[in-house]
T-cell receptor
């Protein structure tokens, strides 16, 4: 039973346009959410996070939106660049309701940004 | 800092052999995690340690898998005996107060294991 779901295995976007990656979760105890980016032959690297007390967090070209009522979050990349082509993982944590530091990952979405 | 270090980067072995994967976390981090990535199951947590003590090993698939953390700077994941279905990429990650947030885990480059 997947607690964190990324229903789109892949996404293709034109350079300069917006990329929107989606993530759904089922566990209402999750209170912290993260996005990781992974290039081939490398480990995932932290990209951006959001606490459940917020509904938006922005860092440069990357913005994460959280809709707690829908148990849904999304990552927006504007404008998209070819270097953004990677696999993006959504992850969630229940910092106060369970094991601290334990992240549950989605299966990832492969983003391809075409020049 | 050199980041999380894993060795070997690639391991090819035959079914039945013992495999040992190694990890050096970022200095000062007090949490260490072992993950396995496969196409079917994605990135799944196997076990994690806090201050060298195993906290949750519910993700360890079978008794063939074992993990140790003898000190703050070293951990091993052992598979004995190995089977073809163990073929995957194994990641080690660490986190701690130095990261500013315990939830921001730093991953190593992974070990690609192939069991023939």
């Amino acid at each position: 039973d997947q607690q964190v779901k990324q229903n789109s295995p892949s996404l293709s976007v034109q350079e300069g346009r917006i990329s929107i990656l989606n993530c759904d979760y089922t566990n209402s105890m999750f209170d912290y959410f993260l996005w990781y980016k992974k290039y081939p032959a490398e480990g995932p690297t932290f990209l951006i996070s959001i606490s459940s007390i917020k509904d938006k967090n922005e860092d440069g070209r990357f913005t994460v939106f959280l809709n707690k009522s829908a148990k849904h979050l999304s990552l927006h990349i504007v404008p998209s660049q070819p270097g953004d082509s990677a696999v993006y993982f959504c992850a969630a944590s229940a910092r106060y309701g369970g094991s601290q530091g334990n992240l549950i990952f989605g299966k990832g979405t492969k983003l391809s940004v075409k020049p | 800092d050199a980041g999380v270090i894993q060795s070997p980067r690639h391991e090819v072995t035959e079914m039945g052999q013992e495999v040992t994967l190694r990890c050096k976390p970022i200095s000062g981090h007090d949490y260490l995690f072992w993950y396995r990535q496969t196409m079917m199951r994605g990135l799944e947590l196997l076990i994690y340690f806090n201050n060298n003590v195993p906290i949750d090993d519910s993700g360890m698939p079978e008794d063939r898998f074992s993990a140790k953390m003898p000190n703050a700077s070293f951990s091993t994941l052992k598979i004995q005996p190995s089977e073809p279905r163990d073929s995957a990429v194994y990641f080690c990650a660490s986190s701690g107060r130095l990261a500013g947030n315990y939830n921001e885990q730093f991953f190593g480059p992974g070990t690609r294991l192939t069991v023939l």
